[in-house]
């Protein structure tokens, strides 16, 4: 069965460093891949589009990496700040088609120390 | 740009009663939107696909007379939570769809409460 996958233990790290988040999937072949950031008791928010075609996508402090091959995308915050500490989410497209569905990871609570 | 208003933030119901829920894109027309029910420490369940002038698409296991959804216009979309019940009580999102970036932006997010 189709499968996303991203660490559910909470990502701690100190406030400068770079953190790294994970999302893994299985029987899928998305057309693209998103990641959004979910505060406490709010909506996601849009961060970063990947395409299948593309291996890296940048915005500002943010980077995003799309492997295929090995069904992962790396989401990537340089120089963290405390106002980084969310919940990130990833987002595979489903189904065939542009119908805009999107199905989530459990997603991956960042907390960036001062 | 791409704001998605979602009204209310929070409802207390008594058991029983329907409770609506709007969701408006502010400065884009969106002929789809999506609903979600999250919950706590648990990521976004699809409920529904709203589609515009058509009925909604509903995901296995959701009750369609349930969770009525209403697309009456290119900028709204409501989900009304019929007779609720103490375990209807969830975080429910919504958010709209730009086909062109295919991207969703998203509600705010209502916190309903069954009693």
């Known amino acids: 069965s189709q499968k996303i996958e991203q660490n559910s233990e909470a990502l701690n790290i100190q406030e400068g460093k770079t953190a790294t988040l994970t999302c893994n999937y299985t029987n899928y072949s998305p057309a693209y891949l998103q990641w959004y950031r979910q505060d406490p008791g709010r909506g996601p928010v849009f961060l970063l589009l990947?395409?299948?075609?593309?291996k890296e996508k940048r915005k500002e402090r943010l980077k995003v990496t799309f492997d295929t091959t090995l069904k992962q995308s790396l989401f990537h915050i340089t120089a963290s700040q405390p106002a980084d500490s969310a919940t990130y989410l990833c987002?595979?497209?489903?189904?065939?088609?542009?119908?805009?569905?999107?199905?989530f990871g459990q997603g991956t609570t960042l907390q960036v120390k001062p | 740009g791409a704001v998605v208003s979602q009204h209310p933030s929070r409802v207390i119901c008594k058991s029983g009663t329907s409770v609506k829920i709007e969701c408006r894109s502010l400065d884009f027309q969106a002929t789809t939107m999506f609903w979600y029910r999250q919950f706590p420490k648990k990521s976004l369940m699809l409920m529904a696909t709203?589609?515009?002038?058509?009925?909604?698409?509903?995901e296995q296991g959701v009750e369609k007379d349930k969770f009525l959804i209403n697309h009456a216009s290119l900028t709204l979309s409501t989900l009304t939570v019929t007779s609720a019940h103490p375990e209807d009580s969830s975080f429910y999102i919504c958010?709209?769809?730009?086909?062109?970036?295919?991207?969703?932006?998203f509600g705010a997010g209502t916190r309903l409460s069954v009693l």
């Open positions: 709203s589609n515009e002038g058509s009925k909604a698409t509903y």
């Open positions: 990947i395409r299948e075609n593309e």
């Open positions: 958010s709209a769809y730009i086909v062109a970036k295919n991207i969703q932006y």
């Open positions: 987002a595979l497209t489903a189904g065939s088609g542009n119908t805009g569905k999107l199905i």
